[in-house]
């Protein structure tokens, strides 16, 4: 069964740090989008991505972040200068299109020291 | 603003017996209603959605709920819990009028453990 996955699993970084989390969506979705889970919290939207532009963002979502699909494949997520705050599961997904469910990778679990 | 509340953080229950997660939600428009099952050190993966049409909602592994307009509810259900079964259940609206349905606000979730 085709999945969304997610490199790497766990990520340890300093504050100040630029960070990329890397994405592989399923082949054939067009949809794609970051998420985050702070620990003991609830998992919350960062951007969906479609047709190579940011279709919606939230509030989280700063000048610290932004999104590339650099190639047909993978989909980023980079922090430009990581805080503390920033220590979270970040999930990754994708779907066929707007009018189907997403479906989420394992998740990287990012750490700032 | 669109919201959903899962009002359980925990929900205990005996192998074989029925199953019921509570899930409850504010919405402005017609809801699209999501569950969604974490297993540990796993992706949230989708289990069924509500969208229009009949309330009851069949999806994978058995699970089904019932949308209810009145009561603002989307309860996900299990005639018959498996041990297997005990993970963390997420409830899910879509975002805002018109986004896709990957854009969604997720209630806080609830562990479910079933017990042999």
């Known amino acids: 069964e085709p999945e969304v996955t997610q490199t790497p699993s766990h990520q340890v970084t300093q504050m100040g740090q630029e960070v990329i989390l890397r994405c592989v969506p399923i082949s054939n979705h067009l949809y794609f989008y970051w998420y985050r889970q702070i620990l003991g919290q609830k998992v919350e939207f960062l951007v969906s991505?479609?047709?190579?532009?940011?279709?919606?963002k939230s509030e989280i979502f700063d000048d610290q972040f932004s999104v590339e699909r650099p190639d047909g494949s993978n989909f980023t997520l980079k922090i430009r200068s990581t805080k503390l705050e920033d220590s979270a599961m970040y999930f990754c997904?994708?779907?066929?299109?707007?009018?189907?469910?997403?479906?989420f990778g394992q998740g990287t679990r990012l750490t700032v020291v | 603003a669109q919201s959903v509340a899962q009002p359980e953080d925990q929900v205990n229950v005996a192998e074989g017996n029925p199953l019921t997660v509570k899930c409850t939600y504010s919405?402005?428009?017609?809801?699209?209603l999501f569950w969604y099952v974490q297993y540990p050190n796993r992706g949230l993966q989708f289990l069924l959605k509500y969208i229009t049409g009949d309330n009851l909602v069949k999806g994978s592994y058995g699970f089904e709920a019932e949308f209810n307009k009145s009561q603002t509810s989307f309860h996900l259900k299990k005639p018959s819990a498996l041990v297997s079964d005990s993970a963390l259940y997420f409830c899910?609206?879509?975002?805002?009028?018109?986004?896709?349905?990957?854009?969604?606000?997720f209630g806080k979730g609830t562990k479910l453990s079933v017990k042999p």
């Open positions: 997904a994708s779907s066929v299109g707007g009018l189907t469910e997403a479906f």
């Open positions: 919405v402005s428009g017609n809801p699209y």
């Open positions: 899910a609206v879509r975002r805002g009028y018109g986004g896709s349905q990957g854009n969604l606000i």
């Open positions: 991505f479609y047709n190579n532009e940011i279709s919606e």
